[in-house]
């Protein structure tokens, strides 16, 4: 075991209320010793780092100034919350983060009292604090509302609905942008470059950036020194316009590490705020451990890492990332054809885009925490002659959908979709899970949706959906690395809506679409042992079907089983109604479709995921055998 930091502060602290007997010098040897846990905690586990790193001394203040849990302290996305977390009464579980029947990566409302709501998406945190604001003023049991929000998260168009309805409602509510030039990659568009300017060339906490906005909330003596540089800087552009004209009063910027600073201004809004304010804090990722201020972005999200050194404990693979291949797969595309482009919210590397990028600087863009934009932006491309591929993960394009439907669809626009993350994802969990995409695409008219089983036949997909002309498509495809297949140099068309036989069989037919292939074929071999001889043949297309080759499963079989990395709704749902409709459930055949489970499924390492959905070459064999009627077979075809 790692040697555990020495933390005597901490040690006394067992819930936030601990805190208010301590005196703000106290407070500052505190939140240094909590830095310490948070580092030794995930260097054990693995996790988002650098943005828990950040907050450290916010996450301090914010609980010794506030009444948590009466007062509703909602962290934006919530991947910052490992400080929070070991303040909270989660210390001692703090060093299962992630794992299995462990703590949540993210905040979540049935783990503690101290989560009031759960969030793993960006840009939510002021709409939910303005409901627990309202909420308050209908008589509820709830204080103050505070949100922290990470600037990455304001290049979200909910971030400004719910600051245009605080305005509007004049609620009292306080908002932290919690600004460190950086989310998950750099920040992009025109609110990072307004944030920069205000504070571009001042030292922070200046009393001129105090100047306009919050001036009566500020202790006296910095009330004064604000009043008089009011008449110094006249004509300047100084303090949060934007956010005053929104109606919100502004402080700021201060230093987000500066405790006593953080806690002076915490404590005067909070005595004499009468409606929506927003405190501008700076931060750094990061902050507090060397190898993480110098790689922000590596240390966003690392595993399991030697504290002294920095070094991460990944483990090797011989076969490529199915994200690596996507952007290998598409430079190779767009070598060839210059209207090839590729458009990602916020994901450069996550999607592997910022490899294109490198290539094809101009033909990329990064339109921030903004899928909803960048679905419609896609659109446009594709209505002008491009071909863009729209890059996100499975679980954020839901927030997008309307556009897919009414943008994309509705219009027939070729439209491509690299939606990575498909499936179950491991430790960030529910929320992450690429559960639910095959549903909601599959229903739309015109779509070609392809689902790779392994990284040769995701470099062919990437080929094929470039050359789709006449409508929208989609390639969903796993987290994580291939099965070690041997690569085509260059991907090949793939004729659409068409599987293939993987291995030929006799009396059962199991039917994959996606990574579950290989699941499948080890299923076939362990039947093989039972005497039954088992096709496999991979889907590759959820639509359009391959209904020749469904029907022919059908005919030839008495078997047939589905599979597929999807909630209820997807692919198994389009196979049965195809049967039903040409009547091949009329007679012999006995039919059934393995799908995730109708729950959300929780964090653990994605074997044991599986395992928990029955999606595993088990659970194949134990449904196979049920349909059959027996416990094991011996001597039949």
């Known amino acids: 075991m790692p040697d555990r930091p020495i933390t005597p502060l901490l040690d006394r602290i067992a819930t ?118 309202a909420g308050r003023d209908f008589g509820m049991e709830t204080g103050d509302a505070i949100a922290v929000i990470g600037d990455g998260a304001m290049s979200a168009g909910m971030a400004y609905e719910a600051l245009n309805n605080a305005g509007h409602l004049g609620k009292r509510l306080i908002v932290i942008l919690n600004d460190n030039e950086m989310s998950i990659a750099p920040p992009v568009g025109a609110m990072s470059r307004y944030l920069s300017r205000l504070y571009a060339g001042k030292p922070l906490q200046d009393v001129r950036s105090l100047a306009k906005g919050a001036v009566s909330l500020l202790p006296p003596p910095l009330r004064e020194g604000a009043e008089r540089a009011k008449h110094l800087v006249k004509g300047m552009v100084v303090g949060g316009t934007l956010f005053e004209e929104l109606g919100f009063s502004y402080a700021g910027p201060i230093d987000g590490h500066d405790i006593h600073a953080l806690l002076a201004v915490l404590r005067a809004v909070k005595a004499r705020a009468t409606g929506p304010v927003l405190i501008h804090a700076i931060t750094k990722k990061g902050k507090g451990y060397a190898p993480a201020e110098a790689s922000a972005d590596k240390y966003h999200g690392v595993a399991k890492f030697d504290v002294p050194s920095g070094k991460q404990f990944k483990a090797k693979s011989n076969a490529p990332s199915y994200t690596r291949v996507f952007a290998d797969s598409l430079i190779r595309q767009a070598e060839a054809d210059r209207r090839i482009c590729a458009v990602t919210a916020a994901m450069p590397s996550g999607t592997g885009l910022d490899v294109f990028g490198q290539r ?19 659109a446009a491309l594709a209505a002008s002659g491009m071909r863009p591929f729209c890059a996100i993960y499975s679980t954020f394009l839901q927030r997008g959908y309307d556009q897919i439907v009414h943008d994309v669809a509705l219009q027939s626009l070729p439209v491509r979709f690299a939606i990575d993350r498909a499936g179950l994802v491991g430790a960030d969990g529910a929320t992450h899970a690429g559960s639910f995409d095959l549903a909601y695409l599959g229903n739309l008219p015109g779509f070609t949706i392809m689902a790779p089983s392994d990284e040769a036949e995701l470099r062919h997909m990437v080929a094929t959906a470039a050359t789709i002309d006449d409508g929208p498509s989609a390639i969903r495809f796993a987290r994580g690395e291939g099965v070690g297949v041997d690569m085509p140099e260059t991907g090949e068309v793939l004729p659409i809506g068409k599987g293939r036989i993987v291995r030929e069989g006799g009396k059962v037919a199991i039917l994959s679409l996606g990574t579950r292939l290989a ?53 198994g749902s389009h196979v049965t109604q195809a049967l039903l409709n040409e009547g091949h459930l009329d007679g012999g055949l006995k039919f059934r479709s393995l799908t995730l489970p109708d729950q959300f499924i929780d964090h653990a390492s994605p074997k044991r995921m599986y395992d928990q959905a029955g999606l595993n070459a088990a659970h194949m064999v134990e449904t196979i055998l049920g349909m059959l009627g027996v416990a094991s077979l011996s001597g039949t075809n």
């Open 360 to 378: 094809f600087p101009s033909r990329t863009f990064d339109v921030g925490i903004a899928e909803q934009h960048a679905v419609t932006f896609c």
């Open 519 to 571: 699941e499948a074929l080890r299923a076939a071999e362990d039947l093989e042992t039972k005497g039954l001889s088992v096709t496999v043949a991979d889907a590759r297309f959820a639509k359009p079907l391959d209904t020749d080759l469904i029907f022919r499963l059908a005919r030839e079989h008495e078997v047939l089983l589905s599979v597929e990395e999807g909630a209820i709704g997807g692919f």
């Open 16 to 133: 936030p209320s601990d805190l208010k007997g301590l005196s703000d010098d106290e407070l500052s040897r505190l939140a240094h010793e909590l830095r310490q846990e948070t580092i030794s905690a995930v260097s054990e586990t693995g996790g988002h780092l650098g943005a828990s790193l950040g907050v450290v001394e916010m996450t301090v203040a914010l609980h010794a100034v506030f009444d948590t849990p009466r007062d509703k302290l909602v962290w934006d996305v919530g991947h910052q919350t490992y400080p929070h977390k070991i303040l909270t009464g989660r210390r001692d579980r703090i060093r299962t983060l992630r794992q299995e029947d462990g703590l949540s990566g993210f905040t979540k409302r049935s783990e503690s009292e101290y989560d009031p709501f759960g969030a793993a998406h960006s840009s939510t945190s002021i709409s939910a604090a303005l409901g627990f604001a």
